[in-house]
């Protein structure tokens, strides 16, 4: 059998025939994606779940509550997450942000032309890119593609990318080779995540049972 031509879209259609609906991101509320956005940066997602058990049992799962608690507080909600001393602070600056600016609406925050909102999340401290476009297209529900570590492991071993392209790089090529579709953008980026959780692992790939094996390099080379 003649292997599929190996672009973007033929990626996305293997992934999705051998996973199926993935039903990403877990949160209730947009803000609560924001907060699991911040919290998982170093982290397990593991952790975070932790983190926003705890957050919802104090009942400061919303941007107002999050601005009443004090900073020793918050550290103390999230402490699972690691890094928390640093990230309590910047989710309390988000929060608040969000009530003076926004009246508490992560979609106010998120809208208006893409580049802009993106930048005007650029500009938070502690927000990178990759938690900039998690905010904007799992909170915001806006075509902002999601670039991760997965990402770049996954499309490097396939060959469709070099170990030395930038974030805004690879982010380019999926926003040109795709539709600005948000489901779209939603589940490939989390289908990224299954694959690499269940078969393209940093140690002890599973190459002979991924649904990739037959378009990429680098499982040819390890068959």
Not at 78 to 90: E, L, M, Y
Not at 176 to 185: K, Y
Not at 203 to 217: D, G, H, K, M, S
Request: with cysteine; net charge positive.
């Amino acid at each position: 059998m003649t292997a599929p031509a190996l672009d973007l879209q033929t990626v996305f259609l293997l992934l999705k025939a051998r996973f199926g609906p993935q039903r990403w991101w877990p949160a209730e509320t947009p803000f609560e994606v924001v907060v699991g956005a911040i919290l998982t940066q170093n982290t397990s997602w593991s952790n975070v779940e932790r983190a926003i058990a705890n957050l919802h049992a104090a009942g400061a799962l919303a941007p107002a509550m999050i601005c009443r608690l004090a900073i020793n507080e918050l550290e103390q909600l999230i402490r699972p997450t690691g890094f928390f001393r640093q990230k309590a602070v910047r989710l309390h600056h988000l929060a608040k942000i969000l009530v003076d600016r926004y009246g508490g609406d992560v979609a106010q925050l998120c809208a208006g032309p893409l580049d802009q909102a993106r930048g005007r999340l650029l500009a938070l401290p502690g927000i990178g890119p990759e938690t900039a476009d998690a905010i904007l297209l799992y909170a915001g529900q806006r075509p902002s593609f999601v670039v991760d570590a997965y990402t770049r492991r996954i499309f490097t071993r396939l060959g469709m990318l070099s170990s030395s392209e930038g974030y805004q790089s690879i982010r380019a090529r999926f926003l040109i080779a795709l539709p600005q579709d948000v489901p779209l953008f939603n589940e490939y980026h989390a289908l990224i995540v299954t694959l690499a959780k269940g078969h393209c692992r940093k140690q002890r790939p599973e190459c002979a049972t991924c649904p990739l094996q037959q378009v990429c390099r680098f499982a040819s080379q390890n068959r």
